[in-house]
């Protein structure tokens, strides 16, 4: 119980500095306030689950964030999907995933075409 009030706590300064920034900050960033407050809001595991959905769909890391802005869609989608449980099954199974098996994927359009 502890670590969630000391992660909420975090969560909290961190949106904080959020309004904080200026708007050239938020220039440099190429992002809207709304989208950075939206990424401090994600769960922490969304990067790490975007490039091993990319991976069953043949993409590198380096070709997945190789388009900043094509990688924070990608990143804010995943932050966003009500079905973190099938995909923690997908990922579970590594290696022996497939595509098809994320139908379920809000990002499978853009795997599918970065990966053609």
């Known amino acids: 119980m502890f670590d969630r009030i000391k992660a909420l706590m975090h969560r909290w300064q961190d949106l904080k ?17 709304g989208q950075v407050e939206a990424f401090v809001r994600m769960p922490h595991d969304v990067p790490d689950r975007v490039l091993a959905m990319a991976e069953i769909f043949g993409l590198s890391e380096d070709q997945v964030k190789a388009d900043h802005a094509a990688y924070t869609d990608l990143l804010y989608t995943c932050g966003q999907c009500k079905e973190r449980g099938a995909c923690r099954l997908v990922l579970d199974r590594g290696d022996l995933s497939r595509p098809s098996d994320a ?3 809000l990002n499978k359009s853009t795997f599918e075409s970065q990966a053609a």
């Open 17 to 33: 500095e959020v309004s904080q920034l200026s708007d050239r900050d938020l220039d440099d960033l190429g992002m809207t306030r």
């Open 103 to 105: 139908e379920f994927c």
